[in-house]
């Protein structure tokens, strides 16, 4: 009974599910509380079970699952609330994931780090992607491998035991206490891993943790198919008979973006395509450097995903280690890239840099010549050899308009890759697929980085595909009318409120083709000492914020993307996109990101009556 009641409630679901559940890729963070991210949203979902309310309305009011799609969304946590029932389990003891192989490495990640011994028994085949050598070679995870004919075959063992299925439809799953974790691969779609026992309790964070990092959950529209597989249980119809056209598409615009020489690759995620980096570059390394420390540079205060995933990278390989590069206010980018790539070349390190271009959330760019002059400098090892040249990683989120790689560009004789967040301006915030491509100096590099791309399942999903096919061409387009918009507006915050610090690019780097549509906005304030003066500002930070998604409820939102078609977006670095970062290094400022449409007239409105109200309480200090 309760499974029949638990599958109509999922059907009468299905048949209301708000636009956004399926469309959206990041969400509001007023109605977001991170550490209860997955609970807060299927606690209230378990009260309108309980009343069989399947209404649009009351769905639509239920809080934000997690602050990005790619964590985790409302349908990812309905299918894993649906096999969870049907199964016995808690719903935090299921978790989907976009790819078939990563679920596997995740816990093979916290075996490593446990020194823990792994089994893996399979029938059927393994994971296409599946490559054992690379994952004990490179990543260095320990484990056996065993195929068996059905699972009750499975004896006991001394450590993990992880079953790995490949499935037709979605179903009860036979929990067998020999097995500590169960994967269901399902074609397209991704997989869906069950911790089964108590004590197994210990490694739902550390795989959700994974999850956040180095991949993404299933996609929206693909938990969609496979509830319907599980209401239904039709076989799984996932053909796409133009993604060949669509896959072309993206790769002639990516090209034509760039002016890239290599083969574009595209991932499920941003953080998808980095993690494909980093490993790719580690693989290259182990192989053409053996015994050599390998530095990953790393901004500490940028995106919190690129500076955790790092980290995460070198905690778990030996030789490898993240160095800090200090790049916003008082520190200048290509001073510090020279300090350190001086000390890695003494100890005859491999130099791998990773840095955003515009920085987030300061949006400073380098002296490009002087970048290109320190990326180039010959160095010598303390033996006086001639040091390992690095690799600069650029994300170029903020502006992937912008030519760093092509033929005569300015970092065209130096080996350097770029990648860009597809949630952002490729996409227009309608999926989360991210690209990289390299120059002419890193050809035989994105061999390597293709390979950990495959390797983790982490390509793009045909719909994604899709979505960039309509959306890239358009990119350029909508970069500078967002541009024009944050222009306006800036200036219009520079005459309003003068006291206040905006960082910004300057008109003489929007000439030279770096236009970002996003801005940082640091408050005046008062106080008698320091503390008071930061704590004043922070809640003017929030009373800023408040007012505009308040007042502006249908285009301002308190949300970390940009890039988006349309609308206003609003947050605070410090609590959203630098949420794993060191507290010290931190920004609690106002980060502002505009759309190419939205009624600009308006927010400056509301602006100058936030002003109003400010001037009046600042006078008073």
Same mark, same amino acid.
């Given at each position: 009974? #309760?499974?029949?009641?638990?599958?109509?409630?999922?059907?009468?679901?299905?048949?209301?599910?708000?636009?956004?559940?399926?469309?959206?890729?990041?969400?509001?963070?007023?109605?977001?509380?991170?550490?209860?991210?997955?609970?807060?949203?299927?606690?209230?979902?378990?009260?309108?079970? #309980?009343?069989?309310?399947?209404?649009?309305?009351?769905?639509?009011?239920?809080?934000?699952?997690?602050?990005?799609?790619?964590?985790?969304?409302?349908?990812?946590?309905?299918?894993?609330?649906?096999?969870?029932?049907?199964?016995?389990?808690?719903?935090?003891?299921?978790?989907?994931?976009?790819?078939?192989?990563?679920?596997?490495?995740?816990?093979?990640?916290?075996?490593?780090?446990?020194? +823990?011994?792994?089994? &893996?028994?399979? =029938?059927?085949?393994?994971?296409?992607?599946?490559?054992?050598?690379?994952?004990?070679?490179?990543?260095?995870?320990?484990?056996?491998?065993?195929?068996?004919?059905?699972?009750?075959?499975?004896?006991?063992?001394?450590?993990?035991?992880?079953?790995?299925?490949?499935?037709?439809?979605?179903?009860?799953?036979?929990?067998?206490?020999?097995?500590?974790?169960?994967?269901?691969?399902?074609?397209?779609?991704?997989?869906?891993?069950?911790?089964?026992?108590?004590?197994?309790?210990?490694?739902?964070?550390?795989?959700?943790?994974? $999850?956040?990092?180095?991949?993404?959950?299933?996609?929206?529209?693909?938990?969609?198919?496979?509830?319907?597989?599980?209401?239904?249980?039709?076989?799984?119809?996932? @053909?796409?008979?133009?993604?060949?056209?669509?896959?072309?598409?993206?790769?002639?615009?990516?090209?034509?973006?760039?002016?890239?020489? @290599?083969?574009?690759? &595209?991932?499920?995620?941003?953080?998808?395509?980095?993690?494909?980096?980093?490993?790719?570059?580690?693989?290259?390394?182990?192989? !053409?450097?053996?015994?050599?420390?390998? !530095?990953?540079?790393?901004?500490?205060?940028?995106?919190?995903? =690129?500076?955790?995933?790092?980290?995460?990278?070198?905690?778990? &390989?030996?030789?490898?280690?993240?160095?800090?590069?200090?790049?916003?206010?008082?520190?200048?980018?290509?001073?510090?890239?020279?300090?350190?790539?001086?000390?890695?070349?003494?100890?005859?390190?491999?130099?791998?840099?990773?840095?955003?271009?515009?920085?987030?959330?300061?949006?400073?760019?380098?002296?490009?010549?002087?970048? !290109?002059?320190?990326?180039?400098?010959?160095?010598?090892?303390?033996?006086?050899?001639?040091?390992?040249?690095?690799?600069?990683?650029?994300?170029?989120?903020?502006?992937?308009?912008?030519?760093?790689?092509?033929?005569?560009?300015?970092?065209?004789?130096?080996?350097?890759?770029?990648?860009?967040?597809?949630?952002?301006?490729?996409?227009?915030?309608?999926?989360?697929?991210?690209?990289?491509?390299?120059?002419?100096?890193?050809?035989?590099?994105?061999?390597?980085?293709?390979?950990?791309?495959?390797?983790?399942?982490?390509?793009?999903?045909?719909?994604?595909?899709?979505?960039?096919? #309509?959306?890239?061409?358009?990119?350029?387009?909508?970069?500078?009318?967002?541009? +024009?918009?944050?222009?306006?507006?800036?200036?219009?915050?520079?005459?309003?409120?003068?006291?206040?610090?905006?960082?910004?690019?300057?008109?003489?780097?929007?000439?030279?083709?770096?236009?970002?549509?996003?801005?940082?906005?640091?408050?005046?304030?008062?106080?008698?000492?320091?503390?008071? !003066?930061?704590?004043?500002?922070?809640?003017?930070?929030?009373?800023? &914020?408040?007012?505009?998604?308040?007042?502006?409820?249908?285009?301002? +939102?308190?949300?970390?993307?940009?890039?988006?078609?349309?609308?206003?977006?609003? @947050?605070?670095?410090?609590?959203? =996109?630098?949420?794993?970062?060191?507290?010290?290094?931190?920004?609690?400022?106002? $980060?502002?990101?505009?759309?190419?449409?939205?009624?600009?007239?308006?927010?400056?409105?509301?602006?100058?009556?936030?002003?109003?109200?400010? +001037?009046?309480?600042?006078?008073?200090?």
């Amino acid at each position: 009974m #309760k499974d029949n009641k638990v599958l109509n409630y999922i059907k009468d679901v299905l048949e209301n599910i708000p636009t956004g559940w399926l469309n959206l890729t990041t969400h509001r963070l007023d109605i977001y509380d991170e550490k209860l991210a997955k609970t807060q949203f299927l606690d209230q979902f378990e009260i309108l079970f #309980k009343d069989n309310n399947s209404e649009s309305s009351a769905l639509s009011n239920l809080p934000t699952a997690y602050d990005y799609i790619r964590l985790g969304h409302p349908l990812s946590c309905l299918l894993e609330w649906g096999i969870a029932n049907l199964n016995n389990l808690k719903p935090e003891n299921v978790i989907s994931f976009s790819s078939k192989t990563i679920p596997i490495l995740a816990i093979l990640r916290k075996n490593l780090l446990d020194n +823990k011994s792994t089994q &893996i028994v399979y =029938t059927g085949e393994l994971p296409v992607s599946f490559d054992a050598e690379v994952l004990k070679n490179v990543y260095g995870y320990a484990f056996n491998l065993k195929q068996v004919e059905k699972a009750s075959a499975i004896s006991e063992f001394n450590g993990s035991t992880i079953f790995i299925s490949q499935q037709d439809e979605i179903s009860n799953v036979d929990l067998i206490p020999n097995i500590d974790f169960f994967i269901s691969g399902y074609s397209h779609l991704g997989s869906v891993l069950l911790v089964n026992g108590e004590q197994n309790q210990s490694y739902i964070s550390e795989i959700q943790h994974v $999850r956040r990092r180095e991949t993404i959950a299933m996609t929206p529209d693909n938990c969609l198919t496979a509830l319907k597989s599980l209401t239904e249980q039709p076989s799984f119809d996932t @053909t796409n008979n133009n993604v060949e056209t669509n896959k072309t598409i993206v790769l002639d615009s990516i090209t034509a973006i760039t002016g890239a020489a @290599t083969k574009p690759l &595209i991932g499920s995620s941003g953080l998808s395509i980095q993690y494909a980096i980093m490993m790719g570059l580690v693989h290259d390394s182990l192989e !053409k450097h053996k015994g050599k420390a390998i !530095k990953f540079v790393v901004p500490p205060n940028c995106y919190g995903g =690129t500076n955790d995933q790092a980290r995460r990278v070198a905690a778990c &390989i030996d030789n490898v280690e993240v160095i800090d590069l200090l790049v916003d206010g008082d520190n200048d980018m290509v001073q510090s890239i020279d300090e350190i790539l001086d000390e890695i070349a003494i100890e005859d390190a491999i130099p791998y840099i990773i840095a955003e271009i515009p920085t987030n959330p300061r949006v400073e760019v380098p002296d490009l010549i002087k970048l !290109k002059a320190v990326l180039s400098k010959v160095r010598k090892t303390s033996t006086g050899e001639i040091a390992i040249d690095p690799v600069f990683i650029l994300d170029q989120t903020f502006c992937p308009n912008v030519l760093f790689l092509g033929e005569g560009k300015i970092l065209s004789t130096v080996r350097a890759i770029s990648f860009a967040s597809g949630s952002k301006f490729p996409s227009g915030g309608k999926c989360t697929a991210g690209y990289c491509v390299g120059n002419k100096k890193v050809e035989a590099l994105m061999g390597k980085i293709e390979k950990h791309l495959i390797l983790c399942d982490n390509e793009a999903t045909s719909l994604q595909i899709e979505i960039l096919a #309509k959306q890239l061409p358009s990119m350029n387009q909508r970069i500078n009318d967002a541009y +024009k918009n944050t222009r306006e507006f800036v200036n219009f915050i520079n005459e309003t409120l003068p006291e206040a610090k905006i960082n910004f690019v300057s008109s003489a780097l929007a000439k030279q083709g770096f236009t970002p549509s996003v801005f940082s906005l640091d408050l005046p304030t008062k106080g008698d000492t320091a503390e008071e !003066k930061e704590a004043y500002k922070r809640a003017l930070n929030l009373k800023l &914020i408040n007012l505009m998604i308040t007042k502006i409820p249908s285009e301002s +939102k308190y949300c970390v993307s940009y890039g988006q078609l349309r609308g206003c977006y609003w @947050t605070i670095p410090a609590t959203s =996109t630098q949420g794993t970062t060191k507290e010290g290094d931190k920004d609690y400022i106002a $980060r502002v990101a505009l759309s190419p449409n939205l009624d600009l007239e308006l927010h400056k409105k509301i602006f100058l009556d936030f002003v109003g109200t400010i +001037k009046q309480e600042l006078s008073k200090s």
